[in-house]
C-alpha cells in the first residue's frame, strides 16, 4: 500500500519541524531531501569546486557519504563521518543549496539516492518537488507556506536561540530571492502538486499545522 507523505514548501514554512512531527506520529521514516542539496553545497564550499561547474557538482553529489541518525532530541546528519547538522543550517550554505537545486544533472544525481529511502514502510518526505517530481504517487501531499515575513522572523528567533546574530531585513532580503530563484528555475520550480493539500502557517501555530495534517492524514487511512 502506498504510505508516502510529502511536504513541500519554501525554506522557513515549517517543514522540517512539520515533518519530524508527522514521523514521530506515524512511526515512518523521515527524508530531508534539502538535507540532500545543501550536504552537496556544504560539500562543494569545502572542496572549493564552483556552483557554476555543474558536471563536478553533478559527480559530488553522486558520491555523497552521508547519513541521517534519528534520535529523541532530532535527526543528526553526518557528512563523511562528521556531525554537520548545525553546518548545512547556516544561511551561506542554505543560499548555494538554493543554486545548486537549480541544475539538472544534480537533481537527477540525487533522485534516485531520494526514492530509495521509499521502501514500503512508510516515509514522510520534506522538500520542494516532493510531490511533483520525486514522489507524483504520494498518498497525502501537502504544501506548506507562509509569508516571507513571518519566515524572516522565524529564522532571526531560530538563530537568536543558538547566540547568533541576525539581520533580519538582509534574511527577508535572502529568503525572497531564494524564493523567485526556486520559483522560476527551468528544473522542478517550486510549485504545489496539483493534488497537495495547502496549508498557509504565517497566523498558525506549529501544533495547528500538525493536528490538522494528521486529522487529514487519518482520513486516508494509511497504515502505521
Do not use: H, W
Not at 7 to 34: E, F, I, R, W
Not at 61 to 78: C, K, Y
Not at 121 to 128: E, I, K, P
Not at 141 to 162: G, I, M, P, Y
Request: aromatic share 4%; glycine share 6%.
Amino acid at each position: 500500500m502506498n504510505t508516502i507523505i510529502t511536504v513541500d514548501g519554501p525554506s522557513g514554512a515549517g517543514k522540517g519541524t512539520l515533518c519530524q512531527l508527522l514521523a514521530k506520529a506515524t512511526g515512518y521514516a523521515l527524508l530531508d531531501s534539502g538535507a540532500l542539496y545543501r550536504l552537496t553545497a556544504l560539500a562543494a564550499i569545502k572542496a572549493e569546486v564552483a556552483l557554476t561547474d555543474v558536471q563536478a557538482l553533478a559527480k559530488l553529489a553522486a558520491g555523497l557519504d552521508i547519513a541521517f541518525n534519528a534520535a529523541e532530541q532530532g535527526v543528526t546528519v553526518l557528512l563523511a563521518g562528521k556531525d554537520v547538522t548545525r553546518e548545512i543550517r547556516e544561511e551561506a550554505v542554505g543560499m548555494a543549496a538554493s543554486q545548486v537545486a537549480a541544475l539538472q544533472p544534480v537533481r537527477d544525481a540525487l533522485l534516485m539516492r531520494q526514492r530509495a529511502f521509499a521502501d514500503g514502510s512508510g516515509l514522510v518526505a520534506d522538500g520542494r518537488d516532493m510531490g511533483t517530481v520525486v514522489f507524483p504517487s504520494a498518498a497525502v501531499k501537502f504544501f506548506l507556506t507562509a509569508s516571507a515575513e513571518e519566515r524572516a522572523k522565524r529564522r532571526v528567533l531560530q538563530l537568536e536561540s543558538v547566540g547568533q546574530k541576525a539581520d533580519e531585513r538582509q534574511i527577508l532580503t535572502d529568503i525572497e530571492a531564494r524564493d523567485k530563484r526556486d520559483r522560476e528555475r527551468a528544473s522542478s520550480p517550486l510549485v504545489p502538486a496539483a493534488d497537495a493539500i495547502l496549508l498557509d502557517s504565517t497566523k498558525m501555530t506549529i501544533d495547528q499545522v500538525f493536528e490538522y495534517a494528521m486529522a487529514t492524514i487519518k482520513k486516508a487511512a494509511l497504515p502505521s
